[in-house]
């Protein structure tokens, strides 16, 4: 990884080093209880398998059963990308279905580009 594209993200007492590619800054700050983030790390590498299989059960917020049923292709669903960056960025599904829709849709792009590839 080339210096120029870290950055550090600071995690109360320990300090990361992460991919500068995956720092996503929001148009639109995304409250969450007190904290307030101007900018999301998207972790998509970080996932594994129980987290992925979580995101699928993480649907259930945004679509009742019957919706997610005529689910054809998981990889392509706008609400599915949602519930893997939430388990990416370690936020919950509600705190994610606040983000602004321009920012929402960036990050669903970067998802589905995670999940094809």
Same mark, same amino acid.
């Given at each position: 990884? %080339?210096?120029?594209?870290?950055?550090?993200?600071?995690?109360?007492?320990?300090?990361?080093?992460? &991919?500068?590619?995956?720092?996503?800054?929001?148009?639109?700050?995304? %409250?969450?209880?007190?904290?307030?983030?101007? =900018?999301?790390?998207?972790?998509?590498?970080?996932?594994?398998?129980?987290?992925?299989? =979580?995101?699928?059960? &993480?649907?259930?917020?945004?679509? &009742?059963?019957?919706? %997610?049923?005529?689910?054809?292709?998981?990889?392509?669903?706008?609400?599915?990308?949602?519930?893997?960056?939430?388990?990416?960025?370690?936020?919950?599904?509600?705190?994610?279905? =606040?983000?602004?829709? %321009? !920012?929402?849709? !960036?990050?669903?792009?970067?998802?589905?580009?995670?999940?094809?590839?």
């Amino acid at each position: 990884m %080339k210096e120029e594209n870290q950055v550090a993200a600071v995690n109360e007492s320990t300090v990361e080093v992460v &991919d500068q590619e995956n720092v996503i800054i929001l148009r639109k700050p995304l %409250k969450d209880g007190d904290t307030v983030h101007d =900018r999301l790390y998207l972790n998509l590498d970080g996932l594994d398998v129980n987290q992925i299989i =979580r995101a699928d059960a &993480d649907l259930s917020f945004w679509m &009742d059963p019957q919706e %997610k049923a005529l689910i054809v292709m998981k990889q392509t669903n706008f609400a599915y990308h949602m519930a893997i960056a939430a388990r990416a960025c370690g936020l919950t599904y509600d705190v994610m279905g =606040r983000l602004n829709a %321009k !920012d929402a849709l !960036d990050i669903s792009q970067r998802v589905q580009t995670f999940l094809l590839t």
